[in-house]
Protein backbone atom coordinates (compact mmCIF):
# COMPACT_ATOMS: atom_id res chain seq x y z
CA UNK A 1 0.00 0.00 0.00
CA UNK A 2 1.17 3.44 -1.00
CA UNK A 3 1.74 6.16 2.07
CA UNK A 4 -1.15 8.21 0.53
CA UNK A 5 -3.52 5.09 0.55
CA UNK A 6 -2.32 4.42 4.09
CA UNK A 7 -2.85 8.55 4.92
CA UNK A 8 -6.14 8.27 3.18
CA UNK A 9 -7.40 5.07 5.41
CA UNK A 10 -6.18 6.37 8.57
CA UNK A 11 -8.27 9.75 7.77
CA UNK A 12 -11.01 7.97 6.78
CA UNK A 13 -11.02 6.14 10.17
CA UNK A 14 -10.88 9.31 11.90
CA UNK A 15 -14.07 10.61 10.51
CA UNK A 16 -15.73 6.99 11.25
CA UNK A 17 -14.61 7.16 15.41
CA UNK A 18 -15.59 10.42 15.73
CA UNK A 19 -17.83 9.10 18.89
CA UNK A 20 -14.64 7.85 20.66
CA UNK A 21 -13.50 11.32 21.28
CA UNK A 22 -9.68 10.18 20.61
CA UNK A 23 -8.27 13.80 19.02
CA UNK A 24 -8.98 16.71 20.48
CA UNK A 25 -6.97 18.93 17.65
CA UNK A 26 -6.56 17.72 14.04
CA UNK A 27 -4.99 20.04 11.50
CA UNK A 28 -7.41 21.99 9.38
CA UNK A 29 -6.09 21.47 6.22
CA UNK A 30 -6.13 17.73 5.32
CA UNK A 31 -4.34 18.93 1.65
CA UNK A 32 -1.31 19.52 4.10
CA UNK A 33 -1.43 16.36 4.91
CA UNK A 34 -1.50 14.68 1.79
CA UNK A 35 1.51 17.18 0.10
CA UNK A 36 3.27 15.67 3.09
CA UNK A 37 2.66 12.13 2.15
CA UNK A 38 3.08 12.38 -1.24
CA UNK A 39 6.70 14.37 -1.13
CA UNK A 40 7.06 10.90 1.14
CA UNK A 41 6.24 8.83 -1.42
CA UNK A 42 8.42 10.60 -4.41
CA UNK A 43 11.45 9.88 -1.97
CA UNK A 44 10.39 6.15 -1.50
CA UNK A 45 10.08 5.48 -5.06
CA UNK A 46 12.99 7.37 -5.39
CA UNK A 47 14.90 4.90 -2.71
CA UNK A 48 15.25 7.81 -0.64
CA UNK A 49 13.59 7.86 2.39
CA UNK A 50 14.20 9.81 5.37
CA UNK A 51 13.56 7.10 7.61
CA UNK A 52 11.22 4.20 7.89
CA UNK A 53 8.67 7.05 9.77
CA UNK A 54 8.58 8.86 6.91
CA UNK A 55 5.40 10.04 5.35
CA UNK A 56 3.48 8.38 7.92
CA UNK A 57 0.88 9.62 10.05
CA UNK A 58 1.71 9.82 14.09
CA UNK A 59 -0.78 10.85 16.74
CA UNK A 60 0.45 13.22 19.78
CA UNK A 61 -0.52 13.25 23.22
CA UNK A 62 -2.00 16.41 24.02
CA UNK A 63 -0.05 17.33 27.00
CA UNK A 64 3.38 17.04 24.14
CA UNK A 65 4.06 20.77 22.42
CA UNK A 66 3.20 21.57 19.03
CA UNK A 67 3.46 24.79 17.22
CA UNK A 68 0.87 24.27 14.54
CA UNK A 69 -2.18 22.31 17.18
CA UNK A 70 -3.41 23.94 20.31
CA UNK A 71 -1.46 21.78 23.65
CA UNK A 72 -4.29 21.85 26.27
CA UNK A 73 -3.59 18.70 28.74
CA UNK A 74 -6.67 18.52 28.18
CA UNK A 75 -7.62 20.67 30.93
CA UNK A 76 -9.90 23.61 30.98
CA UNK A 77 -7.23 26.11 32.06
CA UNK A 78 -5.47 25.66 28.54
CA UNK A 79 -8.13 25.31 26.77
CA UNK A 80 -6.88 28.05 24.39
CA UNK A 81 -3.22 27.46 24.61
CA UNK A 82 -0.97 27.03 21.67
CA UNK A 83 2.99 26.68 22.30
CA UNK A 84 5.23 28.84 20.38
CA UNK A 85 7.38 26.03 19.85
CA UNK A 86 7.57 22.03 19.05
CA UNK A 87 9.06 19.71 22.25
CA UNK A 88 12.26 17.87 21.14
CA UNK A 89 10.17 14.55 20.34
CA UNK A 90 7.76 16.35 17.95
CA UNK A 91 10.60 18.08 16.19
CA UNK A 92 12.72 14.77 15.82
CA UNK A 93 9.90 13.06 14.30
CA UNK A 94 9.02 15.32 12.23
CA UNK A 95 12.85 15.84 10.84
CA UNK A 96 12.30 12.13 9.66
CA UNK A 97 9.58 12.69 7.44
CA UNK A 98 6.59 11.35 10.34
CA UNK A 99 3.53 13.96 9.82
CA UNK A 100 1.29 14.85 12.83
CA UNK A 101 -2.26 13.60 12.63
CA UNK A 102 -3.67 15.10 15.39
CA UNK A 103 -3.39 15.58 19.28
CA UNK A 104 -5.00 13.06 21.29
CA UNK A 105 -7.26 13.22 24.33
CA UNK A 106 -6.21 11.78 27.82
CA UNK A 107 -6.84 12.41 31.72
CA UNK A 108 -6.27 15.99 32.61
CA UNK A 109 -2.22 16.74 33.01
CA UNK A 110 -1.83 12.83 32.73
CA UNK A 111 -3.82 12.82 36.34
CA UNK A 112 -5.81 9.19 35.78
CA UNK A 113 -6.44 5.64 34.49
CA UNK A 114 -9.14 5.51 32.40
CA UNK A 115 -9.33 8.77 30.02
CA UNK A 116 -12.48 10.06 31.68
CA UNK A 117 -10.85 12.82 33.92
CA UNK A 118 -10.69 15.43 30.55
CA UNK A 119 -12.01 19.01 29.85
CA UNK A 120 -13.31 17.60 26.46
CA UNK A 121 -15.04 14.30 27.56
CA UNK A 122 -14.00 10.83 28.17
CA UNK A 123 -12.02 8.12 25.63
CA UNK A 124 -14.64 5.71 24.64
CA UNK A 125 -13.57 2.23 23.38
CA UNK A 126 -16.11 1.57 20.67
CA UNK A 127 -15.53 -2.26 20.47
CA UNK A 128 -18.07 -3.01 23.24
CA UNK A 129 -20.80 -5.14 23.42
CA UNK A 130 -23.23 -2.68 23.08
CA UNK A 131 -22.69 1.09 22.17
CA UNK A 132 -24.01 2.49 25.30
CA UNK A 133 -21.96 0.16 27.57
CA UNK A 134 -18.02 1.20 26.13
CA UNK A 135 -15.13 0.06 27.69
CA UNK A 136 -12.49 2.01 29.80
CA UNK A 137 -9.64 2.84 26.98
CA UNK A 138 -6.89 2.68 30.34
CA UNK A 139 -5.27 6.16 31.26
CA UNK A 140 -3.81 8.58 30.61
CA UNK A 141 -2.89 8.28 27.30
CA UNK A 142 -5.89 6.26 25.90
CA UNK A 143 -6.53 8.51 23.19
CA UNK A 144 -3.09 7.65 21.61
CA UNK A 145 -3.60 3.77 22.53
CA UNK A 146 -7.49 3.89 20.92
CA UNK A 147 -6.04 5.85 18.10
CA UNK A 148 -3.21 3.15 17.20
CA UNK A 149 -5.84 0.44 17.76
CA UNK A 150 -8.90 1.49 15.62
CA UNK A 151 -6.52 2.54 12.21
CA UNK A 152 -6.25 6.28 13.05
CA UNK A 153 -2.76 6.47 12.67
CA UNK A 154 0.66 4.47 11.90
CA UNK A 155 1.83 5.25 15.89
CA UNK A 156 1.40 7.84 18.75
CA UNK A 157 3.02 9.46 21.25
CA UNK A 158 2.49 8.95 24.84
CA UNK A 159 3.66 9.74 28.45
CA UNK A 160 4.27 7.47 31.15
CA UNK A 161 4.85 8.75 34.50
CA UNK A 162 3.59 5.43 36.64
CA UNK A 163 1.73 3.74 33.79
CA UNK A 164 -0.19 5.82 31.24
CA UNK A 165 1.24 3.78 28.17
CA UNK A 166 1.27 0.65 29.59
CA UNK A 167 -2.37 0.73 30.92
CA UNK A 168 -3.80 1.45 27.77
CA UNK A 169 -1.98 -0.53 25.58
CA UNK A 170 -2.87 -3.49 27.67
CA UNK A 171 -6.92 -2.19 27.48
CA UNK A 172 -6.82 -1.17 23.70
CA UNK A 173 -4.72 -4.43 22.27
CA UNK A 174 -1.65 -2.35 21.57
CA UNK A 175 1.89 -2.53 21.99
CA UNK A 176 2.78 0.17 24.70
CA UNK A 177 6.72 1.03 25.79
CA UNK A 178 8.08 3.36 28.36
CA UNK A 179 11.79 3.64 27.67
CA UNK A 180 14.47 4.24 30.61
CA UNK A 181 14.14 7.49 31.78
CA UNK A 182 16.17 9.79 30.40
CA UNK A 183 16.75 8.45 26.94
CA UNK A 184 14.11 10.72 25.22
CA UNK A 185 13.53 14.20 25.64
CA UNK A 186 10.94 15.64 28.04
CA UNK A 187 11.87 19.01 26.58
CA UNK A 188 8.17 20.29 25.04
CA UNK A 189 6.39 17.88 27.64
CA UNK A 190 4.27 19.56 30.35
CA UNK A 191 5.13 18.30 33.51
CA UNK A 192 2.95 16.32 35.91
CA UNK A 193 6.02 14.33 37.99
CA UNK A 194 9.43 15.29 36.30
CA UNK A 195 11.18 12.55 38.10
CA UNK A 196 9.01 9.64 36.54
CA UNK A 197 7.73 11.53 33.34
CA UNK A 198 8.87 9.80 30.29
CA UNK A 199 7.35 9.81 26.52
CA UNK A 200 6.60 6.57 25.16
CA UNK A 201 5.17 5.21 21.97
CA UNK A 202 2.33 3.17 21.08
CA UNK A 203 1.63 1.15 17.96
CA UNK A 204 -0.04 -2.37 16.96
CA UNK A 205 3.38 -4.06 16.43
CA UNK A 206 6.93 -4.00 18.24
CA UNK A 207 8.47 -3.36 14.86
CA UNK A 208 6.87 0.29 14.77
CA UNK A 209 7.62 0.81 18.26
CA UNK A 210 11.35 0.18 18.30
CA UNK A 211 11.32 2.68 14.44
CA UNK A 212 9.71 5.80 16.52
CA UNK A 213 11.72 5.29 19.78
CA UNK A 214 14.97 5.55 17.86
CA UNK A 215 13.85 8.72 15.90
CA UNK A 216 12.80 9.86 19.30
CA UNK A 217 16.40 8.33 21.32
CA UNK A 218 18.78 10.82 21.75
CA UNK A 219 21.09 13.32 23.54
CA UNK A 220 19.32 16.75 23.78
CA UNK A 221 20.54 19.74 25.97
CA UNK A 222 17.90 21.64 26.73
CA UNK A 223 16.52 18.87 28.83
CA UNK A 224 18.74 18.76 32.31
CA UNK A 225 17.32 15.24 32.34
CA UNK A 226 18.35 13.75 28.94
CA UNK A 227 20.93 11.28 29.62
CA UNK A 228 24.59 12.66 28.63
CA UNK A 229 26.72 11.25 25.83
CA UNK A 230 28.86 9.55 27.74
CA UNK A 231 26.39 7.49 29.82
CA UNK A 232 24.79 6.53 26.37
CA UNK A 233 28.38 4.87 25.33
CA UNK A 234 28.57 3.29 28.67
CA UNK A 235 24.99 1.66 28.09
CA UNK A 236 25.40 0.94 24.37
CA UNK A 237 28.97 -0.63 25.52
CA UNK A 238 26.50 -3.19 27.87
CA UNK A 239 24.26 -3.65 24.43
CA UNK A 240 27.05 -4.81 22.99
CA UNK A 241 28.55 -7.38 24.96
CA UNK A 242 25.59 -8.96 25.32
CA UNK A 243 26.06 -10.33 21.67
CA UNK A 244 22.26 -11.70 21.18
CA UNK A 245 19.42 -12.89 22.88
CA UNK A 246 20.51 -16.83 23.51
CA UNK A 247 18.86 -18.69 26.45
CA UNK A 248 17.30 -15.90 28.20
CA UNK A 249 16.73 -16.25 31.85
CA UNK A 250 13.17 -14.67 32.47
CA UNK A 251 12.11 -13.57 36.31
CA UNK A 252 8.46 -13.89 37.46
CA UNK A 253 8.07 -11.80 40.34
CA UNK A 254 6.13 -13.61 43.19
CA UNK A 255 4.51 -10.18 44.41
CA UNK A 256 2.84 -9.50 40.69
CA UNK A 257 1.01 -12.02 41.86
CA UNK A 258 -2.01 -10.51 44.13
CA UNK A 259 -5.13 -11.04 45.02
CA UNK A 260 -6.81 -8.99 43.01
CA UNK A 261 -5.39 -10.69 39.90
CA UNK A 262 -8.12 -11.71 37.47
CA UNK A 263 -8.25 -15.23 37.02
CA UNK A 264 -8.15 -14.66 33.28
CA UNK A 265 -5.15 -12.31 33.63
CA UNK A 266 -3.39 -14.78 35.65
CA UNK A 267 -4.25 -17.74 33.35
CA UNK A 268 -2.42 -16.01 29.88
CA UNK A 269 0.45 -14.70 32.65
CA UNK A 270 0.97 -18.65 33.13
CA UNK A 271 0.41 -19.29 29.13
CA UNK A 272 3.07 -16.63 28.68
CA UNK A 273 5.68 -18.40 31.36
CA UNK A 274 4.71 -21.96 29.52
CA UNK A 275 5.89 -20.33 26.11
CA UNK A 276 8.97 -18.80 27.05
CA UNK A 277 10.23 -22.64 28.44
CA UNK A 278 9.12 -23.99 25.53
CA UNK A 279 11.63 -22.04 23.54
CA UNK A 280 14.73 -23.33 25.82
CA UNK A 281 14.63 -19.87 28.24
CA UNK A 282 14.46 -20.35 31.81
CA UNK A 283 12.01 -19.17 33.97
CA UNK A 284 13.27 -17.88 37.66
CA UNK A 285 10.76 -17.21 40.47
CA UNK A 286 12.74 -13.70 42.48
CA UNK A 287 11.07 -11.64 44.92
CA UNK A 288 10.90 -8.00 44.50
CA UNK A 289 9.98 -7.28 48.92
CA UNK A 290 8.93 -3.63 48.60
CA UNK A 291 6.29 -3.73 45.54
CA UNK A 292 3.93 -3.93 48.29
CA UNK A 293 4.86 -0.25 49.07
CA UNK A 294 5.69 1.09 45.87
CA UNK A 295 1.94 1.86 45.25
CA UNK A 296 1.46 4.22 48.20
CA UNK A 297 4.96 5.72 47.78
CA UNK A 298 4.16 7.04 44.11
CA UNK A 299 0.92 8.28 45.06
CA UNK A 300 2.93 10.42 47.65
CA UNK A 301 6.15 11.21 45.34
CA UNK A 302 3.79 12.17 42.21
CA UNK A 303 1.21 14.53 43.80
CA UNK A 304 3.84 15.97 45.16
CA UNK A 305 6.02 16.86 42.45
CA UNK A 306 2.62 17.79 40.81
CA UNK A 307 1.95 20.48 43.08
CA UNK A 308 4.52 22.24 42.51
CA UNK A 309 4.76 21.83 38.50
CA UNK A 310 1.16 23.01 38.29
CA UNK A 311 1.59 26.24 40.53
CA UNK A 312 2.36 28.11 37.24
CA UNK A 313 -1.49 27.59 35.80
CA UNK A 314 -2.78 30.54 37.89
CA UNK A 315 -4.38 32.36 34.74
CA UNK A 316 -2.36 35.58 35.25
CA UNK A 317 1.12 34.67 33.00
CA UNK A 318 -0.39 32.49 30.87
CA UNK A 319 -3.83 29.99 30.11
CA UNK A 320 -7.60 30.60 30.86
CA UNK A 321 -8.56 33.17 33.28
CA UNK A 322 -11.89 33.17 34.79
CA UNK A 323 -14.35 36.08 34.47
CA UNK A 324 -15.29 38.21 37.60
CA UNK A 325 -13.51 39.22 40.60
CA UNK A 326 -10.49 37.17 41.33
CA UNK A 327 -11.34 36.98 44.65
CA UNK A 328 -14.75 35.14 45.65
CA UNK A 329 -14.20 36.63 49.25
CA UNK A 330 -11.69 38.20 51.81
CA UNK A 331 -9.94 34.66 52.40
CA UNK A 332 -9.00 33.77 48.69
CA UNK A 333 -6.26 34.85 47.10
CA UNK A 334 -5.48 35.94 43.16
CA UNK A 335 -5.88 32.38 41.50
CA UNK A 336 -8.26 30.62 43.86
CA UNK A 337 -11.25 31.74 41.33
CA UNK A 338 -9.31 30.72 37.52
CA UNK A 339 -7.92 27.54 39.24
CA UNK A 340 -10.97 26.65 40.86
CA UNK A 341 -13.17 27.21 37.86
CA UNK A 342 -10.94 25.52 35.02
CA UNK A 343 -9.05 22.83 37.12
CA UNK A 344 -10.76 19.38 37.63
CA UNK A 345 -11.93 17.48 40.85
CA UNK A 346 -8.68 15.18 39.84
CA UNK A 347 -6.37 17.53 39.75
CA UNK A 348 -7.40 19.30 42.65
CA UNK A 349 -7.41 16.54 44.71
CA UNK A 350 -3.95 15.75 43.76
CA UNK A 351 -2.45 19.29 44.14
CA UNK A 352 -4.09 19.12 47.77
CA UNK A 353 -2.83 15.56 48.21
CA UNK A 354 0.62 16.79 47.02
CA UNK A 355 0.81 20.14 49.28
CA UNK A 356 0.17 18.49 51.99
CA UNK A 357 2.69 16.03 51.30
CA UNK A 358 5.19 18.54 51.18
CA UNK A 359 3.86 20.75 54.28
CA UNK A 360 6.15 20.73 57.05
CA UNK A 361 4.43 19.19 59.70
CA UNK A 362 3.87 15.86 57.24
CA UNK A 363 6.95 15.87 55.22
CA UNK A 364 9.10 13.95 57.21
CA UNK A 365 6.45 10.98 57.32
CA UNK A 366 5.43 11.19 54.10
CA UNK A 367 7.70 12.84 51.29
CA UNK A 368 11.29 11.44 52.71
CA UNK A 369 9.91 7.91 53.54
CA UNK A 370 8.29 8.06 50.15
CA UNK A 371 11.52 8.40 48.98
CA UNK A 372 13.00 6.22 51.08
CA UNK A 373 10.63 3.57 50.01
CA UNK A 374 11.28 4.64 46.03
CA UNK A 375 15.38 3.60 46.53
CA UNK A 376 14.52 0.16 47.96
CA UNK A 377 12.30 -0.19 45.01
CA UNK A 378 15.38 0.29 42.90
CA UNK A 379 17.59 -1.58 44.76
CA UNK A 380 15.08 -4.71 44.39
CA UNK A 381 15.31 -3.96 40.76
CA UNK A 382 19.33 -4.07 40.77
CA UNK A 383 19.61 -7.00 42.68
CA UNK A 384 17.84 -9.32 40.43
CA UNK A 385 19.02 -8.01 36.68
CA UNK A 386 22.04 -9.52 35.46
CA UNK A 387 23.46 -6.66 33.75
CA UNK A 388 24.55 -3.83 36.20
CA UNK A 389 22.82 -0.25 36.24
CA UNK A 390 24.52 1.78 34.06
CA UNK A 391 24.07 5.05 36.27
CA UNK A 392 25.54 3.24 39.17
CA UNK A 393 29.14 3.35 39.67
CA UNK A 394 30.71 -0.12 39.41
CA UNK A 395 30.98 -2.37 42.61
CA UNK A 396 34.12 -2.11 44.08
CA UNK A 397 37.00 -5.32 43.60
CA UNK A 398 37.91 -6.82 46.31
CA UNK A 399 41.74 -6.83 46.41
CA UNK A 400 42.47 -10.56 47.22
CA UNK A 401 43.49 -12.19 43.51
CA UNK A 402 42.97 -15.45 44.83
CA UNK A 403 39.40 -17.02 46.21
CA UNK A 404 38.76 -20.20 47.74
CA UNK A 405 36.63 -22.74 45.78
CA UNK A 406 33.79 -21.88 48.46
CA UNK A 407 33.25 -18.05 47.76
CA UNK A 408 33.57 -18.62 43.92
CA UNK A 409 30.79 -21.23 44.11
CA UNK A 410 28.82 -18.56 46.33
CA UNK A 411 29.78 -16.09 43.31
CA UNK A 412 28.21 -18.37 40.71
CA UNK A 413 25.24 -18.72 42.47
CA UNK A 414 24.26 -15.14 43.31
CA UNK A 415 24.82 -15.00 39.03
CA UNK A 416 22.45 -17.95 38.58
CA UNK A 417 20.06 -15.88 40.64
CA UNK A 418 19.87 -13.14 38.63
CA UNK A 419 17.88 -12.51 35.44
CA UNK A 420 17.63 -10.82 32.00
CA UNK A 421 14.31 -9.92 32.27
CA UNK A 422 10.95 -9.30 34.41
CA UNK A 423 7.71 -11.03 32.73
CA UNK A 424 4.14 -10.33 34.37
CA UNK A 425 0.84 -8.26 34.16
CA UNK A 426 0.57 -5.15 33.01
CA UNK A 427 -2.90 -4.85 34.46
CA UNK A 428 -4.73 -6.51 37.37
CA UNK A 429 -7.98 -6.87 35.45
CA UNK A 430 -9.51 -6.54 32.13
CA UNK A 431 -10.62 -3.27 31.27
CA UNK A 432 -13.55 -2.07 33.15
CA UNK A 433 -16.78 -0.64 31.53
CA UNK A 434 -17.14 3.11 31.96
CA UNK A 435 -20.30 3.31 34.06
CA UNK A 436 -17.99 0.79 36.68
CA UNK A 437 -15.71 3.11 36.38
CA UNK A 438 -17.76 6.07 37.26
CA UNK A 439 -18.48 4.42 40.89
CA UNK A 440 -15.06 3.21 41.41
CA UNK A 441 -13.71 4.89 44.63
CA UNK A 442 -10.36 6.76 44.28
CA UNK A 443 -8.51 3.99 45.88
CA UNK A 444 -9.96 1.17 43.27
CA UNK A 445 -8.92 3.63 40.58
CA UNK A 446 -5.24 4.29 42.00
CA UNK A 447 -4.38 0.50 42.06
CA UNK A 448 -5.03 -0.32 38.34
CA UNK A 449 -0.92 0.72 38.61
CA UNK A 450 -0.47 -1.37 41.13
CA UNK A 451 1.77 -3.23 38.54
CA UNK A 452 2.94 -1.03 36.19
CA UNK A 453 4.86 1.81 39.28
CA UNK A 454 7.28 0.14 40.67
CA UNK A 455 9.21 0.35 37.10
CA UNK A 456 8.29 4.05 36.91
CA UNK A 457 10.06 4.74 40.36
CA UNK A 458 12.85 2.61 39.29
CA UNK A 459 12.92 4.84 35.79
CA UNK A 460 13.55 0.93 33.94
CA UNK A 461 12.25 0.39 30.69
CA UNK A 462 8.89 -1.83 30.40
CA UNK A 463 7.00 -2.86 27.71
CA UNK A 464 3.30 -3.97 27.22
CA UNK A 465 2.32 -6.75 24.44
CA UNK A 466 -0.97 -8.20 23.89
CA UNK A 467 -1.40 -11.78 24.80
CA UNK A 468 -4.44 -13.39 23.03
CA UNK A 469 -6.54 -14.96 25.60
CA UNK A 470 -8.03 -18.83 25.13
CA UNK A 471 -11.07 -19.88 23.56
CA UNK A 472 -12.67 -20.35 26.99
CA UNK A 473 -12.19 -17.13 28.47
CA UNK A 474 -12.80 -15.39 24.44
CA UNK A 475 -16.14 -17.00 24.71
CA UNK A 476 -17.47 -15.24 28.24
CA UNK A 477 -15.46 -11.70 26.91
CA UNK A 478 -15.95 -11.96 23.11
CA UNK A 479 -15.21 -7.95 23.34
CA UNK A 480 -11.54 -8.32 25.42
CA UNK A 481 -9.68 -10.50 22.55
CA UNK A 482 -6.44 -9.60 24.48
CA UNK A 483 -4.73 -9.46 27.58
CA UNK A 484 -1.52 -6.63 28.21
CA UNK A 485 1.64 -9.04 29.28
CA UNK A 486 4.47 -6.52 30.77
CA UNK A 487 7.96 -7.09 30.23
CA UNK A 488 10.64 -4.78 31.94
CA UNK A 489 14.07 -4.42 31.78
CA UNK A 490 17.14 -3.24 33.14
CA UNK A 491 17.94 0.79 33.09
CA UNK A 492 19.65 0.97 29.14
CA UNK A 493 18.54 -2.17 28.14
CA UNK A 494 15.62 -0.81 26.33
CA UNK A 495 16.71 -3.21 23.20
CA UNK A 496 16.86 -6.13 24.95
CA UNK A 497 13.16 -5.18 26.35
CA UNK A 498 12.13 -5.31 22.68
CA UNK A 499 13.51 -8.04 21.77
CA UNK A 500 11.80 -10.32 24.26
CA UNK A 501 8.71 -8.32 23.37
CA UNK A 502 9.25 -9.53 19.41
CA UNK A 503 9.44 -13.01 21.19
CA UNK A 504 6.06 -12.32 22.72
CA UNK A 505 4.68 -10.92 19.18
CA UNK A 506 5.47 -13.71 17.02
CA UNK A 507 3.97 -15.95 19.73
CA UNK A 508 0.73 -14.26 19.30
CA UNK A 509 0.95 -13.91 15.43
CA UNK A 510 1.66 -17.90 15.17
Request: charged share 20%; net charge neutral; aromatic share 6%.
Amino acid sequence: MSLRRAAESCLKRQQLQRLGNVFISQPADEQQIFQAVDAADARLEADKPKSPLDGRLIAIKDNICTAELPTTCASGILKDYTSPFDATVVRRLKAAGAVVAGKTNLDEFGMGSHSTYSYFGPVRSLAADSASRARSVGGSSGGSALAVSTGQCYASLGTDTGGSVRLPAAYTGTVGFKPSYGLVSRWGVVAYANSMDTVGVLANRVKVTREVFHIINGHDRQDPTSLSNPTRERIADQARRRKGLGQLRVGVPVEYNIEELDPIVRRAWLCTIEHFQRLGHKVVPVTLPTTKSALSAYYILAPSEASSNLAKYDGVRYGSRAEGPDKAGPDEVLYSRTRGTFLGDEVKARILLGTFSLSARAIDNYFVQAQKVRRLVQEDFNRVFQLPNALLPPPPQPPSPESSPESSRAEQDADTDRVDVLLGPTAPTLPPFLDEVETQSSVATYTNDVLTVPASLAGLPAISVPVAIDDVTRDSHPDVPTVGMQIIGQHGDDETVLAVAEVMEEWRAG
